[in-house]
């Protein structure tokens, strides 16, 4: 994971001051004034190259930036002080340089050349912090990279490769046994389409039948009702005669029958109309019935009739007659009132001519 060092404000800051005190800082020989102005060249390109520093020096900021930042912070201006300051900074321009394509610039060659150079020259510490830099720490930064999470997923390529591929076959072989169990149930699908189409259509017909039987009931209790009225003006003018025929004379007798009889045929023409109106229901429940039946057993129609009628075009000609067909109902039959209100008419003038 990477660390954020150099542009943190806290060490930007306590590398300006440092740089300020070294300037300030009084020096007894060329090597100190050679140390001095190429520790302050270092660490004020630290400042200026914070993100390259932070991308490139992972290793040493992970070892030595908490003590880099509090000698810079103590800013000891001894020998032993300043050294620590130079070796420090110098192990990151030795791994910036590492993990640079090309050369850094001449002012960083200048500050490698005296480091080798003058390596006696500084103190224990800060000379061994140099040799390591400069002999060690490659070796370091190399092992660091080969443990790195970035190095390890690389070499677990190959065996991250096979099982990629094996799960790439596992996955078309797995499409090809859904894409097959896709087709299937699509198939099953269409069925249950074209089975619901014709549920549906079988529905449509069964509510209308359901509708004709109640109307066909009522039409039989009507009839029922009609035939015994029918009989109820006859049976009383029979009694009527029965018991009162010696007391009343001819031509009065005559007379009383032509409302009984004007009554029995007006009820006999409604009989009639209840009658055919019942036979007309119920041919219309026969062919409902029959159309309910023909749904039952015929299945993905559209498919069916199409496939068919390349060979014969006639095939189901009568099948769509009988299904798409309207229901008769055979009203032209039934006698209009008009017409049998006149027929009563033409009796009751033919008794009153009599």
């Not at 103190?123 to 140099?130: G, P």
């Not at 087709?183 to 509510?207: M, P, R, T």
């Not at 009702?225 to 003018?237: D, G, H, K, Q, R």
């Amino acid at each position: 994971m990477k660390r954020d060092f150099f542009s943190k404000p806290e060490v930007k800051t306590a590398i300006r001051n440092y740089c300020l005190v070294l300037k300030n800082q009084p020096t007894g020989n060329s090597f100190e004034k050679n140390r001095n102005d190429k520790t302050i060249v270092l660490l004020e390109s630290f400042t200026h190259r914070t993100e390259e520093l932070e991308e490139k020096t992972q290793v040493n900021i992970n070892y030595i930036s908490e003590r880099f930042l509090s000698d810079l912070k103590e800013a000891d201006t001894s020998r032993e002080g300043i050294d620590n300051i130079f070796s420090s900074a110098f192990r990151f321009l030795i791994e910036l340089n590492l993990n640079s394509k090309g050369e850094l610039g001449r002012d960083y060659l200048s500050i490698k050349s005296f480091a080798i150079h003058q390596l006696n020259l500084f103190s224990d510490d800060a000379r061994i912090q140099i040799e390591y830099a400069l002999r060690e720490m490659p070796i370091s930064i190399m092992k660091e990279l080969l443990h790195g999470e970035d190095f390890t997923a690389l070499k677990a390529f190959p065996s991250v490769s096979l099982k990629a591929e094996e799960i790439m076959q596992k996955i078309e072989s797995e499409l090809t046994t859904k894409e097959e169990r896709i087709k299937e149930l699509s198939n099953i699908l269409d069925n249950y389409q074209s089975a619901f189409n014709f549920v549906g259509l079988h529905k449509g017909f069964d509510d209308l039948s359901s509708k004709k039987k109640e109307e066909k009931k009522r039409t039989f209790y009507l009839l029922i009702s009609l035939a015994f009225l029918v009989l109820t003006p006859i049976s009383l003018e029979l009694i009527f005669l029965y018991f009162k025929a010696a007391t009343f004379p001819t031509a009065l007798l005559s007379i009383s029958l032509v409302p009984m009889v004007s009554l029995t045929f007006i009820l006999i023409y409604y009989f009639r109309i209840s009658l055919i109106n019942y036979q007309s229901v119920s041919s219309q429940i026969n062919q409902i019935e029959l159309r309910k039946t023909l749904c039952q057993f015929i299945q993905d129609y559209t498919k069916y009739s199409t496939e068919i009628k390349k060979s014969n075009k006639e095939a189901l000609d009568k099948f769509e007659l009988i299904i798409f067909s309207n229901i008769m109902s055979s009203d032209e039959k039934i006698p209009s009132s008009y017409d049998g209100l006149e027929q009563v008419a033409n009796i009751i003038k033919g008794v009153k001519g009599q």
